[in-house]
């Protein structure tokens, strides 16, 4: 069974740039959470999906940050435009639906460079 | 609210010595305590959980963890390090009223010695 997936594993781009980070879930999890790691930060959560809808996106950070799921497969983060403190590592996870406190399992994460 | 207070952001121990990642936590409610590892270039794994059955919970690699709840303490330990265990480490919290809200501590790095 594969993994989470994420895409690009590294990215860096110029400031005021756009990017797109993507995740593949594992197949039938229904649920789907981005997470983020700025440098030297705890991992904060950043919004979560159950199936095609978002469930809780108060760990948004601004309004720079749109997150989309469709068809409550695949899911992108974009960020646009990119401001430096933006640069971090971003983490995918996805678990089953219905059990609380299931197993989340991560992607390796993208780490996003914003120079 | 929950919270998590990793306690080391790094340990060093030589190989075949003890290990032990402390870690405490705060929550309004019962808590699910987790532990994932993290290694170089790789993603999130999952360690072990306490999700309120036994307090002393056994994980992968060796690794097992203690629910106090008297201390609010959730320590990780394993008896003998191995060289591939040299990884970042992270204590996390979830509960009933936040179920699918992971709060992470600060992360430890462990570091062996040969």
């Known amino acids: 069974e594969a993994g989470v997936t994420q895409f690009p594993s590294h990215s860096v781009i110029e400031k005021g740039q756009t990017v797109t980070l993507r995740c593949d879930p594992i197949s039938g999890h229904d649920n789907l959470y981005w997470y983020r790691r700025v440098m030297g930060k705890e991992i904060k959560f950043l919004l979560h999906f159950v199936k095609e809808s978002k469930q809780d996106e108060s760990g948004m950070p601004n309004n720079r940050f749109l997150a989309e799921r469709t068809g409550g497969t695949y899911s992108t983060l974009k960020v646009q435009p990119a401001e430096l403190e933006d640069s971090g590592v971003y983490f995918c996870?996805?678990?089953?639906?219905?059990?609380?406190?299931?197993?989340?399992?991560f992607g390796q994460g993208t780490r996003l460079t914003v120079v | 609210a929950q919270s998590v207070t990793q306690l080391d952001s790094h340990v060093s121990v030589s190989e075949g010595t003890p290990v032990l990642l402390r870690c405490n936590y705060s929550s309004s409610y019962s808590p699910s305590l987790f532990w994932y590892v993290q290694h170089p270039n790789k993603g999130l794994q999952l360690l072990l959980k306490y999700t309120s059955a036994a307090t002393l919970v056994k994980g992968i690699n060796g690794f097992e963890a203690e629910f106090k709840k008297s201390e609010t303490s959730f320590h990780l330990t394993k008896p003998s390090a191995h060289m591939s265990d040299a990884a970042e480490y992270f204590c996390?919290?979830?509960?009933?009223?936040?179920?699918?809200?992971?709060?992470f501590g600060a992360g430890t790095t462990v570091t062996v010695r040969a």
């Open positions: 996390v919290v979830s509960t009933s009223s936040n179920d699918y809200k992971l709060s």
């Open positions: 996870a996805s678990s089953r639906q219905g059990e609380w406190n299931t197993e989340a399992f």
